[in-house]
């Protein structure tokens, strides 16, 4: 028994020594770029110096929970004194410690969220949980964590997401989700939000929420390279959103020197996390710059602004769930044709010629939307490549091929 412990051991220490080097090496290919400037050193530190929620727990100095999906309203988590973390992974390392209890053919993305988190539970930490039903394999997910071998005794709680989008009685189900998971929150840390904590909260959101816009609108300039948009965008959970603002700002008027690239694309389908960001360099060695995307990883980072026109208690719960309903992009709803449209709409009338669909394998609801938008979008003239890969680099050559025909195709359309 102790011969097992100790190689158990062994093995552990080898694979958090291989996720430190893997985060490292991106971390300096980073840092190495000739648009590196020294107000972009705060991001990387965020993730140099540890992003499990454990660490963040003491870098926010407030309680963490865990979600896996943005559907669940941000400011909530705020006015109860607690810290929201999107819970991912990029890690190729750490999908591997996982892969060997689940299906062959899942999401990555999870797949590597589990190998981390059981990377962070055999150091001893555990946080609650906010699990919005998106996709089936976040539905799945405790469950696999069971198959992981994880500690399934932390509070949970499911916030159900409806289906459907333009529907009076989803919307009504989605409000008594919103105020069943304040209650949760509540009971967590004590702390019911008041109207005031409720009104700060939107607030500090807004501030954040306006400078992240003046960060989209420079990209859509084409003064921010993709690899700075999405680690600027993946690091907003891992410090008091205050402190990440403030950040932004400073970091803003870096990005002046427009892009120089063979053609503007616009990025859709699948989250990129860091540290694999395999696509975002593949791109720009084939000499196109990502001008917009609507990727929840990145630009759909908030929702639609959260209008107020009752600021009672319950009207602030009822704006914050309109916001998070009808601002939310995801394709596991029914009735999203304005999901359609509104990728549409980003690219008409810009100098984007082409759109990038990222797929991860196993990620069937993008998977499946790819042909409708691909469609719709050869329609209006514009050029649609979908890149289908896995958190591996051995197909990296063959979507560097692949890009780069796509570009020259864009040069000659």
């Not at 501030?207 to 390279?225: C, D, M, N, T, Y």
């Not at 959970?237 to 932004?248: K, M, S, V």
């Not at 009338?349 to 790819?370: M, N, Q, W």
Request: charged share 25%.
């Amino acid at each position: 028994m102790t011969g097992d412990m100790d190689r158990q051991s062994r093995l552990q220490l080898r694979l958090e020594e291989k996720c430190r080097t893997e985060l490292a090496h991106e971390l300096d290919l980073l840092v190495a770029r000739d648009d590196y400037r020294p107000e972009l050193a705060y991001f990387l530190e965020l993730f140099r110096s540890g992003f499990t929620p454990a660490v963040v727990a003491r870098r926010v100095e407030r309680p963490v929970v865990n979600l896996l999906c943005l559907q669940a309203p941000l400011e909530l988590f705020l006015a109860c004194g607690l810290h929201p973390y999107k819970f991912f992974s990029g890690s190729l390392v750490a999908g591997q410690i996982a892969a060997p209890k689940l299906p062959a053919l899942m999401c990555p993305m999870l797949k590597a969220a589990l190998g981390a988190l059981e990377l962070e539970t055999a150091a001893g930490s555990a946080h609650p949980w906010v699990m919005p039903t998106t996709c089936d394999w976040v539905v799945k997910f405790r469950e696999m964590m069971g198959l992981c071998g994880l500690d399934l005794s932390t509070p949970l709680h499911w916030l159900e997401l409806p289906h459907l989008k333009n529907s009076a009685r989803a919307r009504d189900r989605w409000l008594t989700e919103v105020v069943g998971l304040k209650d949760f929150l509540a009971g967590l840390s004590g702390r019911a939000p008041t109207r005031r904590m409720l009104l700060d909260t939107l607030t500090t959101f807004q501030q954040a929420r306006r400078s992240f816009s003046r960060l989209i609108e420079a990209r859509r300039a084409g003064r921010v390279p993709a690899v700075w948009f999405f680690l600027i965008a993946n690091s907003f959970f891992l410090d008091r959103i205050e402190r990440w603002t403030e950040a932004l700002e400073a970091a803003l008027p870096t990005f002046q020197t427009q892009t120089r690239a063979a053609g503007q694309v616009f990025l859709a389908g699948s989250p990129i996390y860091f540290p694999n960001f395999k696509l975002l360099h593949l791109l720009e060695t084939a000499g196109l710059a990502v001008a917009g995307d609507d990727l929840c990883s990145s630009e759909r980072l908030f929702p639609a602004q959260v209008a107020v026109d009752d600021p009672t208690d319950f009207g602030l719960l009822r704006a914050l769930a309109e916001s998070y309903h009808q601002g939310c992009q995801c394709p596991s709803f029914g009735d999203n044709e304005r999901r359609l449209n509104n990728i549409r709409g980003a690219v008409l009338g810009t100098a984007i010629r082409g759109v990038v669909f990222h797929v991860l394998k196993g990620c069937h609801p993008y998977d499946l939307e790819s042909l409708t938008l691909e469609d719709s979008l050869k329609r209006i003239g514009l050029k649609f490549i979908k890149l289908e890969t896995d958190y591996t680099a051995e197909d990296s050559r063959t979507l560097l091929t692949r890009l780069e025909a796509f570009g020259n195709n864009l040069e000659n359309a």
